[in-house]
């Protein structure tokens, strides 16, 4: 089964072809603002305006290898409400037009399943930390059982939040995790961990204020530290619960090294496995949409024309895992 996968939840319009072997061929382009964070109308007319060459270029390559597509399938939701209905209106014209069946597919689902395709992970923990999301997950009597959440802003927002109010450039994420390289002392942080929940906003805000009277490097490495001790906490726990003897780290937070030493060795002390999937599957992009269609659809689940209305709450727990 080969599958036309389309995602554009936000950032990154990224096509791809994927059959169950691998990831055939891939096409991304993504929207970078002037200054600031992302603008939703602007990232859907950046999207709109590349989404003829990204998908032409997949559409081409198949037709030159001589390749059969089965199905089209495309990021339903969550996300971004003008990103999500440029990417919907073009597969559904894809689907009518090629005449192929559609799968509308959860993003958040999405990370999950091609993280456990890439790492070899069976039935792990997850700790999903993006721009737009932070959730500790586990699959239980069949969907992804949310365990913790963040209440307010994800850990990814607000490490950008702090980045930008202290003018690192975009994307902060990768500056800041530099610059914590560089620290020699830790920074006493707000730490919010409300049950099984986290909040951010607040620990955000704490150390743009810290930033006024201590190093920047030493700032950066204690948001890194209380924000990542934060997640593994909940992650542990989470596996206590679930009987999980794996964790999963995916999303695009998830490229953060030290983010990935820290559960590696909360994994070690439990005796558990720690997998985290190739970086370039880590951000948004076709692929994870792709072969999560090719799951969905293998089981059953095709999307009509009436039911692909965009879903910009689409919850991970809103999912059936039939493939499962």
């Known amino acids: 089964m080969m599958i036309f996968g389309l995602e ?16 055939i061929q891939e096409k991304s382009a993504t929207y970078s603002p002037a200054k600031g964070g992302i603008h939703p109308r602007e990232a859907a007319q950046h999207h709109a305006q590349h989404m003829a060459e990204v998908v032409g270029e997949v559409l081409a390559y198949s037709r030159q290898q001589g390749l059969k597509i089965d199905a089209i399938a495309f990021s339903q939701g969550p996300g971004l409400g ?22 509308g597919v959860n993003h958040c689902v999405s990370h999950i ?34 365990f913790g959440e963040t209440l307010d802003i994800s850990v990814g927002n607000a490490i950008d ?43 955000s805000t704490a150390a743009t204020q810290a930033a006024k009277k201590y190093d920047l490097a030493d700032v950066c ?7 990542f001790a934060m997640l593994v906490e909940v992650t542990e726990r989470a596996m206590a619960h ?23 060795i909360m ?30 659809l293998k089981s059953g689940m095709a999307t009509s024309l009436t039911e692909s209305k965009v879903r910009p709450g689409y919850r991970t727990d809103d999912v059936p895992v039939t493939w499962a």
């Not at 554009?8 to 990831?23: F, H, I, K, P, R």
């Not at 999500?84 to 689907?95: F, K």
């Open 8 to 23: 554009g939840t936000a950032w990154n319009l990224s096509a791809a072809l994927v059959d169950e072997q691998g990831v």
């Open 82 to 103: 003008p990103c999500l209905r440029t990417v919907a209106t073009a597969a559904r014209t894809l689907s009518l037009r090629l005449q192929l069946p559609l799968a």
């Open 113 to 146: 399943e091609v993280g456990k395709w890439q790492s070899g992970a069976r039935d792990p923990a997850v700790i999903y930390v993006s721009g737009a999301n932070s959730q500790v997950l586990a699959l239980r009597q069949g969907r992804y059982r949310i």
């Open 161 to 203: 939040k702090f980045a930008r109010s202290v003018g690192l450039s975009h994307p902060g994420g990768p500056k800041v995790e530099e610059l914590a390289l560089q620290a020699k002392q830790y920074i006493p942080l707000p730490y919010t961990v409300k049950g099984m929940d986290l909040s951010f906003s607040g620990l």
């Open 221 to 227: 490495y204690s948001l890194q530290e209380t924000a």
């Open 242 to 264: 679930a009987e999980k003897k794996e964790a999963m780290l995916v999303g695009g937070v998830g490229a953060n090294k030290r983010l990935g030493e820290m559960l590696t």
């Open 267 to 296: 994994c070690e002390e439990r005796g558990a496995k720690f997998f985290l999937p190739p970086r370039k599957f880590m951000g948004d992009n076709g692929s994870m949409i792709a072969y999560t269609g090719l799951l969905m």
